[in-house]
């Protein structure tokens, strides 16, 4: 196996065992971190509906998915909006407004809007509702990355205060911008049925399933004992 004639191919086979078995861990961790998501949302949708102006946590960033409902007024001068959003195959924005409530402000994506005659915040302001309005939805957790593939957000050129169209709604980087703090959670309103005016509320629709990463790593697993202990036996018959 070690002899100068196999060396090499002894090599391959010693790292492609760990490469296969490298895999498998990898599917292996991808399922418990898919184990802990699930029981994240199935415990906060079991959870009551947590009203804002009654109860506001500490830690509002460990309830992502949780049903929430608040009354406050929208301000519209520092609402953002969010790219490449699509309502069937139309391309347009999420529009992201922060509610102000009980001294406090948290960011709602109010829904979609089309890229078509809103490619400046004061078109937006046809979508105003004033006065005060009730927002219930569910906590979403902001995405201070990319998502493979995507674009990071651009840095303030010398002179820029703020950005109005964003990539990614990295909360943090917005907060930098509004004239005062806000809740690191945003809030996705329930999606109404058959809602086809403009903003248009979305909301995921989840697949709490374990997925087939068990069934991926017991693969990677084989390949790898197909590799490690069938290599002697092929050594002596090739001998």
């Not at 089309?114 to 902001?142: C, I, K, M």
Request: hydrophobic share 40%; with cysteine.
């Amino acid at each position: 196996m070690f002899s100068f004639k196999w060396l090499f191919t002894t090599l391959l086979v010693f790292t492609g065992t760990a490469v296969c078995i490298r895999l498998g861990m990898w599917q292996l961790d991808r399922l418990e971190q898919r184990r802990a998501f699930n029981v994240q949302v199935e415990s906060m949708r079991a959870a009551k509906l947590l009203d804002l102006n009654q109860n506001l946590p500490a830690d509002v960033s460990s309830m992502e998915w949780r049903a929430v409902t608040v009354a406050g007024e929208y301000d519209f001068g520092n609402q953002i909006a969010l790219r490449n959003q699509y309502h069937g195959d139309q391309y347009g924005y999420h529009l992201i407004t922060p509610l102000l409530f009980s001294g406090e402000a948290v960011l709602v994506d109010r829904g979609w809007i089309p890229a078509d005659g809103n490619s400046a915040p004061d078109d937006w302001r046809q979508y105003d509702e004033l006065g005060q309005v009730t927002v219930t939805g569910q906590f979403r957790l902001g995405k201070a990355k990319p998502v493979f593939g995507g674009v990071a957000d651009a840095e303030l050129s010398p002179g820029q205060n703020r950005l109005d169209f964003w990539n990614n709604l990295d909360i943090t980087r917005i907060s930098t911008q509004s004239p005062y703090p806000i809740l690191f959670v945003y809030i996705q309103p329930n999606v109404i049925e058959d809602d086809a005016e403009p903003p248009i509320p979305y909301q995921p629709v989840l697949e709490l399933t374990e997925g087939s990463h068990f069934g991926y790593a017991l693969q990677w697993f084989s390949f790898a004992a197909i590799l490690f202990i069938g290599y002697p036996f092929y050594l002596r018959k090739q001998e």
